[in-house]
């Protein structure tokens, strides 16, 4: 079984521009989530999507947005990029019920440095 | 506030010795908790997970955590540490119900192993 996919694993951008990050989760599930990471932040939750629609979100400035499709692919899209969101982005996914264990299954991330 | 505290930021240990890193939480109610470990340009690894029941769980790798609900405390401990267990660690809480994809992850601490 293929695990959590990112895509680019690299990326660099130049402040005020935007970008945009891929993740495609394992077959068969329906949520995905990401997180931000920094040596600074740590781990921080950004949002979840389960069956196309926001269903939690953290507290991160509108510039940080995200989008599910309809085969649970997500991408999340940050716009006017400022230095402090040079970091990793990661993705998990799992099957997403609303109760119960839910694993998180992790993708390897998006280095994004911002100059 | 919910939050997950790991008062080590980094540990070393000799290779062949035991290990212990230290994980507190504050909650509402007792959340599902985790242990991560994370490698170098890798994303994270689930090493093992509690969500009821006996409260030594054990998990991947010869690790081992125990749940202390009167201390608020998931201490993770391997018994011989080898070269290779060189990471980060990560324990994180989860919801049992509503917000099950958003995990609160503590600040890290990263593992050096001495020859």
């Known amino acids: 079984k293929a695990g959590v996919t990112q895509t680019p694993r690299y990326l660099i951008k130049t402040r005020g521009q935007q970008v945009t990050l891929s993740c495609s989760p394992i077959?068969?599930?329906?949520?995905v989530s990401w997180y931000q990471q920094t040596p600074g932040q740590g781990l921080q939750f950004l949002f979840e999507?389960?069956?196309?629609?926001?269903?939690n979100k953290g507290n991160f400035p509108g510039r940080f947005s995200g989008r599910q499709f309809s085969n649970s692919r997500s991408e999340m899209n940050v716009s006017t990029l400022e230095l402090g969101d040079s970091a990793l982005y990661l993705c998990?996914?799992?099957?997403?019920?609303?109760?119960?264990?839910?694993?998180?299954?992790f993708g390897p991330g998006t280095r994004l440095t911002v100059l | 506030a919910q939050s997950v505290t790991q008062p080590d930021i980094h540990i070393t240990v000799s290779e062949g010795a035991s290990l212990e890193l230290r994980c507190n939480y504050s909650?509402?109610?007792?959340?599902?908790l985790f242990w991560y470990v994370q490698s170098p340009g890798q994303g994270l690894q689930l090493l093992l997970k509690?969500?009821?029941?006996?409260?030594l769980v054990q998990g991947i790798k010869g690790f081992e955590a125990e749940f202390k609900r009167s201390q608020s405390s998931f201490n993770l401990r391997k018994p011989s540490v080898h070269w290779s267990d060189a990471a980060e660690y990560f324990c994180?809480?989860?919801?049992?119900?509503?917000?099950?994809?958003?995990?609160?992850f503590g600040q890290g601490t990263t593992l050096q192993v001495k020859p």
């Open positions: 909650y509402g109610a007792t959340p599902y």
């Open positions: 077959s068969g599930h329906r949520s």
């Open positions: 994180a809480v989860g919801a049992r119900s509503g917000n099950t994809g958003k995990l609160i």
């Open positions: 998990a996914s799992s099957f997403g019920g609303a109760s119960g264990y839910n694993e998180q299954f």
């Open positions: 999507y389960f069956s196309e629609t926001q269903r």
């Open positions: 509690y969500f009821s029941g006996d409260t």
